[in-house]
């Protein structure tokens, strides 16, 4: 599984990968987080609102930064 966390590297960008790899060891997952910082990246998702949260080259969540308690129920999904 591939999370990439895509923003600015602004404290709530920070914070999302954070409790993205929080949820990641606490649900024992084979998984990999990845901040991008690119803009080009972050266009290619459409994202306009930051953090977003992407899972699998699918957009999650826009603009929050989620619990990882959220991020544990999105990825059991």
Known sequence: M?????????????QLTANA????????????VEKVEDLHEMMKYRVL???????????KSLGRVLTPEAIKDLLRA
């Open 49 to 59: 609102s930051t953090p977003a949260l992407v899972v699998d080259g699918t957009v």
């Open 2 to 14: 591939k999370i990439q966390v895509l923003g600015p590297g602004c404290a709530r960008c920070k």
């Open 21 to 32: 790899q929080k949820a990641v060891m606490e649900l024992d997952l084979d998984a990999t």
